[in-house]
Every structure is written in structure tokens, then in C-alpha cells.
């Protein structure tokens, strides 16, 4: 084989080589297996040009140019060597600049429609000046180099390229992870309802993670491949084994504390959830969400002093400064530490759970939250309410193991009591016919009878007895009844009244004083003198009476 045969058979293997590589990555024909996100249009043009280019360099500089500096002169094989690298130039600098607003397009298309970062647009709006000084330097190197300078640069730019468009498809697939998210299973939706929000709120924070040491590594790739440094010694250099393990070490151990928390989370959502399994009562609620902040502190303390010592930093310092600060801190937030005290022995005795209906101080509300250190109520005017423990002398709970409705009834002074008690039990009666009050009772009402001689009533108390919470509305059943039933037996609900007597005699007997309010005027002598026992007003007078 001689050495023409020879040189074709080398400038062939390297073109075909270089041609299959960019097939390869934009797969212009076939869009499923293409590795870049670009259209079929642009990976049609975009092949066909680096193909072009690649034939032109490749079978000038490898074939052309050595056969005629062998045949007719060194400066004939230079001057060829030179305007093949000139025609590649114009064309690649022609190419630049025609698809210069569509690469532009391509780089500030997003996988969700979002809008860039205005650093990414300035750079994306600019990505050809750095293709033409590049292209610039390579043409400068075909001149006033030989060819193997040309293929150790054309080699340096092959590796860099690679990485970058190995690095762009990584990323690219990492955005489009992003974009679509997390999808679980239905079933598992349905008894972990929470799982998948938080799955897709901190793995897109691990891909921006992973994002970022892609383009590290693509950036070192590149400056390794221009010259400026020997990646592959510094990644086995002393300093690049230490970052690179310590790097490892802390993502592996934030991911295993990031999969415990998420299990501990889940499991807490599944006992909580009561379309699955057993009904977690008030206390489980309150003890298993407290479970849970408790161990998502514990975990993140725990990984973070993992992490430090990974990255070689002597904790046991740290931790007893922290002890210290702890010290410190307790000194200068009593009233703090006495929240979480009080709050702990709160806990213990099961006297809070959240949804109960307590009374702390003056504030009566249903427990919305509850912490190791606050108690948050809702009252019924929708008032919010955060209270310390600390300032907590006495919790009176109306919803432990059962309730009380206590009813105070008032009657008129003229109405016989045990007719009034007779109307009572008929309206207990009429509640316990409605099956939905009926549930909420747990047994026959008591009769305690007269409560009180009031002004204007005579007071009577009953009790019923109900589930936890449930007395309020049992009291409200039970005075529309007693209404019902006082109104059909003619028994008096009286309103606040006052009797007035004018006179009194030596015997201690006042003669009554009638009022009466008429709607004519009644006119009299002026020298006539009301009687004694008997005392008439117009309406005129009333208004007189009044002002």
C-alpha cells in the first residue's frame, strides 16, 4: 500500500468517525433517539454543516495538503493547508451568523415557558462571539503552525465540545425532570396525600444540586482539554481526593437524612389519615405531630454534624461551645425554658389536644395548634389566639371523656314549679325522639330543681349529659323545646319587671296603683284631685313619665 493509499484510508476513518460521532448526538433523522431537545429542521441543518466542515478539514489537511507538499512543494502543501482552513472559516462564520437568532431561540427556550435569568439572556444573545474568536484562532494556528499543532487543537476542541454537549443534554435532562415532576401511584396518593408535594419540593433543590456539578465537571473537562490544567491529576492529587470524598460523604449523608425524614413524615400522614386504618384520636394527633417536628430537628442536627465532620471539622469543639451557648441562652431565656417545661409536663398529663375545646385565662377557644412552648385557640368569633405556657396558671378542658349541658330555666313567680318540671321532661322528651340529638346524649336528664329567687324569675336547673363537645349544640336543642312546650302549657318566661306601690298605711298595707295608657286624651278640671286608690294616664303622660 503505498503512501497515498495510505493517507485516504486516515483522512476516510477520521471523517467517517467524526461524522457517525455528530449523527450520533442529533440523530437528524430519527427524533427519539436525538440527545439534544432541538427540532428536526435544526438537526437536519446542523448536521449537514458540521459535515461539510469536517469532510473539508478532513480530507484537506489529511489528504490534500501531504500528497501535494510530497508531490510539489512544502509551501504549495501550506498554501492548500491554508485555504482549506479558510474555506472551513467562511463557512462555519456564514453558519454562525445566519443561525445566530435561532441558537439564541433554542438556548432561552425553557422546559415550562419560563423566563431566563438576564445573565443567561445577555450570554444567549452573544454565544457567537466566542464561536468567532474560536474560529479566529484556529485559522491563525493552520497558518503559522504545522499540521499536528492544527490536530492536537482540532483533538483539545473535539474533547471540549463533547463535553459541553454531553453537559447540555445532562442538564437538559435534569430541567425536563424538573419541569414534569414526581408522579406516585394513586393508591399511594391516596394514603400518603402529602408525600408527593413534598417529593416534588426538595428534589428539584438535589437537581439544581446536581445541575451545578455538571457544569463544574464540564467546565474542568474544558480547561483541561485547552491546557490550563491537568483535571485527571488534581482529581488524584491528595486535595482532589480529600473535596471529592468529603463532597460524596455529605451528599450521601443529607440523602439518607432526607429519605429518614421522609419516611418518618409519611408514616406520620398514614396514621393521621383516617381513611386508612384506625381513626387516630385526639392525643395521637397531637403527640404524633410533636413526634414529628421533634425528629425533623433531630435529624437535621444530626446531619449537620455528620456533614461537618466529613468535611473535616473536629465537632466535639462545636458541641461543647454549644453546650455553653445552650447554658447561656437558658440563663437569658427563662421564660422560654419555662415555656418548654411547662409545655412538656402539659403534654405528660394528656391535658391538651388539638381540636379540644379548653379555657386558659380568659380565653376560650378550639385548639388549632399546639407546640412544645404555645397553645393556639380559635374562638368562636374566629379570633386568633397564641398563648405561652409559661403564662398558663390553669387549662380547663370542656371536651374530656364527656360533657355537660347545665340548663337555667327561669319561670314566673306565679307558675307552679312542678308544672314547670312536668314542661321540662316533656321537652327532654321531644329531644330524645330526634334521632340526630339522640346521638349526642349519653343519658336521662337530672332535675336539680330551684337554682335561684331571682328579681324577676325563679330560676330551675336540669343537666344533660353528652359526648365530648356536644353540649353546646344539646343546649340550644333543648331551649327551642322548653320554648315550644312553656308557649303550649301557658307557662310564663318572664322578662325583667319591677312592681311600684304608692302609700303605705300605719298597718304596712299599700293600696295598689293602676296604670293605664289610653289613646285620647282625657282632659279634668284643674281643681280636681285624683283618687287614692286609682290612678289614670294618657299617653301624653306616659311620654312625661319618660322624659
Not at 93 to 120: C, F, G, K, Y
Amino acid at each position: 500500500m503505498d503512501i497515498q493509499q495510505t493517507l485516504y484510508l486516515n483522512a476516510f476513518t477520521v471523517v467517517q468517525l467524526a461524522r457517525v460521532a455528530i449523527r450520533t448526538v442529533l440523530s437528524p433523522s430519527t427524533r427519539e433517539l436525538r440527545l439534544l431537545r432541538i427540532s428536526d429542521a435544526a438537526a437536519k441543518r446542523t448536521s449537514r454543516i458540521l459535515a461539510g466542515i469536517i469532510s473539508i478539514l478532513g480530507y484537506g489537511q489529511l489528504l490534500l495538503q501531504p500528497v501535494l507538499a510530497e508531490a510539489v512543494s512544502l509551501a504549495s502543501g501550506q498554501a492548500l493547508s491554508a485555504l482549506v482552513a479558510l474555506v472551513a472559516l467562511i463557512i462555519a462564520i456564514m453558519a454562525t451568523l445566519m443561525n445566530r437568532q435561532a441558537v439564541t431561540d433554542w438556548l432561552l427556550e425553557t422546559p415550562d415557558d419560563s423566563r431566563r435569568h438576564h445573565r443567561v439572556r445577555f450570554l444567549a444573545k452573544r454565544w457567537h462571539w466566542p464561536v468567532l474568536v474560536y474560529l479566529a484562532f484556529l485559522f491563525f494556528v493552520v497558518l503559522i503552525g504545522p499540521a499536528e499543532r492544527l490536530l492536537a487543537v482540532l483533538t483539545a476542541s473535539a474533547q471540549a465540545f463533547a463535553a459541553i454537549i454531553l453537559g447540555f443534554v445532562v442538564v437538559d435532562w435534569l430541567a425536563r425532570a424538573v419541569t414534569k415532576g414526581v408522579h406516585l401511584p394513586v393508591n399511594v396518593n391516596q394514603r400518603l396525600p402529602l408525600l408527593e408535594r413534598r417529593v416534588n419540593g426538595l428534589v428539584p433543590r438535589f437537581l439544581v444540586i446536581l445541575r451545578l456539578l455538571v457544569l463544574a465537571l464540564v467546565l474542568g473537562v474544558v480547561l483541561s482539554a485547552i491546557g490550563i490544567f491537568d483535571m485527571a491529576d488534581l482529581m488524584q492529587s491528595r486535595i482532589g481526593l480529600a473535596l471529592t470524598g468529603a463532597a460524596a460523604s455529605v451528599f450521601i449523608i443529607v440523602l439518607i437524612a432526607y429519605m429518614l425524614w421522609l419516611a418518618l413524615t409519611s408514616w406520620v400522614d398514614y396514621r393521621l389519615n383516617p381513611a386508612f386504618g384506625s381513626v387516630a384520636s385526639s392525643r395521637e394527633t397531637t403527640l404524633l405531630s410533636l413526634l414529628r417536628n421533634a425528629a425533623t430537628i433531630a435529624i437535621v442536627v444530626i446531619a449537620l454534624m455528620f456533614s461537618l465532620s466529613q468535611m473535616g471539622l473536629d465537632i466535639a469543639p462545636l458541641l461543647a461551645s454549644a453546650g455553653v451557648l445552650g447554658l447561656a441562652i437558658g440563663f437569658g431565656a427563662q421564660k422560654l425554658v419555662q415555656d418548654v417545661i411547662n409545655g412538656v409536663f402539659i403534654q405528660l398529663e394528656n391535658a391538651i389536644n388539638v381540636g379540644d375545646v379548653i379555657t386558659v385565662g380568659d380565653t376560650t377557644g378550639t385548639v388549632e395548634r399546639l407546640t412544645i412552648r404555645s397553645v393556639s385557640l380559635r374562638d368562636v368569633r374566629g379570633a386568633y389566639h397564641i398563648i405561652s405556657f409559661s403564662s398558663v396558671d390553669m387549662v380547663t378542658n370542656l371536651m374530656r371523656d364527656f360533657s355537660y349541658h347545665v340548663g337555667d330555666i327561669g319561670i314566673a313567680y306565679r307558675e307552679n314549679v312542678e308544672d314547670a318540671r312536668e314542661a321540662m321532661f316533656e321537652a327532654f322528651e321531644e329531644l330524645r325522639s330526634d334521632p340526630e340529638v339522640n346521638a349526642l346524649i349519653l343519658g336521662d336528664m337530672e332535675w336539680f330543681g330551684v337554682q335561684e329567687l331571682a328579681d324577676s324569675a325563679v330560676i330551675i336547673r336540669v343537666r344533660i349529659k353528652t359526648y365530648p363537645g356536644k353540649q353546646w349544640g344539646v343546649g340550644r336543642a333543648l331551649n327551642g323545646a322548653v320554648k315550644r312546650v312553656f308557649d303550649a302549657r301557658g307557662i310564663e318566661i318572664p322578662y325583667p319587671h319591677q312592681t311600684l306601690y304608692f302609700g303605705v298605711d300605719k298597718n304596712g298595707k299599700a293600696p295598689p296603683a293602676f296604670v293605664s295608657v289610653q289613646n285620647k286624651k282625657v282632659t279634668r278640671p284643674a281643681t280636681e284631685k285624683p283618687k287614692a286608690a286609682s290612678v289614670s294616664a294618657t299617653a301624653s303622660d306616659a311620654e312625661d313619665l319618660e322624659n
